[in-house]
């Protein structure tokens, strides 16, 4: 029978392609030492794996949410070095050598930190799964801004999104916690 136009005729082992030999590749992996919440770690990564992962997966640090994975919801808050980032948009080895802080670093000897009782007391949450990215992100605005207006605080959480649109306690609780701290 003829062969058809197109189809292999022989029976010589087909060469890979390169995207098909990339796909079965181990993935690379490195070893990444962060501080987080004041405490040292040291672990193997893939190359891939995103900071969020890594601080959930690795670490078990499960306050720090992920809510989109694209940058766009602000669940994943964390502060790098002292800046507030989305950890979903950072890879893991981007992070060696860093100092992290993570929702879990915000009480201390068991108090709340402000910030978490003025969420609290003012109902600055309802379901809770934006709510470590708000405090994040609101912990890292009050380092440098301790008094601000009620505009400068809805600029700063312009890049957390809350589903549940209770922004207007959200920005009360965080008005809140800068008098209290303020205060201190
Ligand atoms: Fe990172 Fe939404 S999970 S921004
Ligand atoms: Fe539900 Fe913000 S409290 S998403």
Redesign the pocket.
């Known amino acids: 029978m003829p062969a058809r136009k197109g189809k292999r005729t022989t029976g010589a082992p087909r060469v890979p392609t390169r995207k098909a030999a990339e796909a079965v590749r181990p993935a690379a992996r490195q070893r990444i030492r962060v501080t987080v919440n004041g405490r040292p770690y040291e672990a193997e990564v893939e190359a891939r794996t995103l900071l969020v992962y890594f601080i959930r997966d690795t670490l078990g640090l499960t306050g720090t949410h992920v809510g989109c994975d694209t940058t766009t919801c602000g669940a994943c808050t964390v502060l790098l070095n002292g800046e507030a980032v989305k950890s979903c948009t950072v890879f893991a080895v981007q992070a060696d050598g860093a100092e992290i802080m993570t929702v879990e670093g915000l009480a201390k000897d068991g108090e709340l930190h402000p910030l978490q009782k003025a969420f609290w007391e003012h109902h600055g949450?309802?379901?809770?799964?934006?709510?470590p990215g708000m405090l994040m992100a609101a912990y890292a605005f009050l380092k440098e801004n301790p008094r601000p207006s009620e505009e400068e605080i809805r600029i700063a959480i312009s890049g957390n999104l809350?589903?549940?649109t209770?922004y207007m306690n959200i920005v009360k609780a965080i008005q809140h916690a800068a008098q209290e701290m303020a205060a201190r």
């Open positions: 949450l309802q379901c809770g799964f934006c709510t809350c589903r549940c209770g």
